[in-house]
T-cell receptor, first 113, second 112 residues
Framework: DSGVTQTPKHLITATGQRVTLRCSPRSGDLSVYWYQQSLDQGLQFLIQYYNGEERAKGNILERFSAQQFPDLHSELNLSSLELGDSALYFC????????????FGSGTRLTVV | GQNIDQPTEMTATEGAIVQINCTYQTSGFNGLFWYQQHAGEAPTFLSYNVLDGLEEKGRFSSFLSRSKGYSYLLLKELQMKDSASYLCAAKHASGGSYIPTFGRGTSLIVHP
């Protein structure tokens, strides 16, 4: 157990729907990073939050949004889902935005049918 | 933009040594990670280099040359359980933070 908790582990939903993925960072970590991993793209950085504020943005689609709450857990919202959004979504956490240790959760496997 | 290159696949024999290379081009470079990832599982941290040179940790070593934009991961005394994907990631400045950008990974197959 890495200490980073992601729920749910698996999610199957239809095109056009909206889902929410949840991440609880490791105790003491203030930063949360979201990544998307598909077979042909590798790990793609989506967005980072630090202590409730957005810090960095990657190739995140406008249909996707995220937030980090006062208790430091984070949610990634995916809307108007398309078949191509099927992927593994990982959350990682670190103590602060510049420390070298990034701990990954076990991921949420999203399947859009 | 950021560019990380590593071989797609490598094979090696149990007990042997294998070197996985990674080249990177990033702005605001601040360190190089190696992660191991078994299929369908979370990446797990192997090593981190911020200064030039070799870092050794048991059977795994990692090397960095900042001037050449080059790193390698050396795995010794290979075991079957080392069959996995190895991800190279360059940490770089992005907005007000530092972000690791990952390569597509090198799938290592260890055979008896």
């Amino acid at each position: 157990d890495s200490g980073v908790t992601q729920t749910p582990k698996h999610l199957i939903t239809a095109t056009g729907q909206r889902v929410t993925l949840r991440c609880s960072p490791r105790s003491g970590d203030l930063s949360v990073y979201w990544y998307q991993q598909s077979l042909d793209q590798g790990l793609q950085f989506l967005i980072q939050y630090y202590n409730g504020e957005e810090r960095a943005k990657g190739n995140i689609l406008e249909r996707f949004s995220a937030q980090q709450f006062p208790d430091l857990h984070s949610e990634l919202n995916l809307s108007s889902l398309e078949l191509g959004d099927s992927a593994l979504y990982f959350c990682a956490s670190s103590v602060d935005g510049s420390s070298y240790g990034y701990t990954f959760g076990s991921g949420t496997r999203l399947t859009v049918v | 933009g950021q560019n990380i290159d590593q071989p797609t696949e490598m094979t090696a024999t149990e007990g042997a040594i294998v070197q996985i290379n990674c080249t990177y081009q990033t702005s605001g470079f601040n360190g190089l990670f190696w992660y191991q990832q078994h299929a369908g599982e979370a990446p797990t941290f192997l090593s981190y280099n911020v200064l030039d040179g070799l870092e050794e940790k048991g059977r795994f070593s990692s090397f960095l040359s900042r001037s050449k934009g080059y790193s390698y991961l050396l795995l010794k005394e290979l075991q079957m359980k080392d069959s996995a994907s190895y991800l190279c990631a360059a940490k770089h400045a992005s907005g007000g933070s530092y972000i690791p950008t990952f390569g597509r990974g090198t799938s290592l197959i260890v055979h008896p």
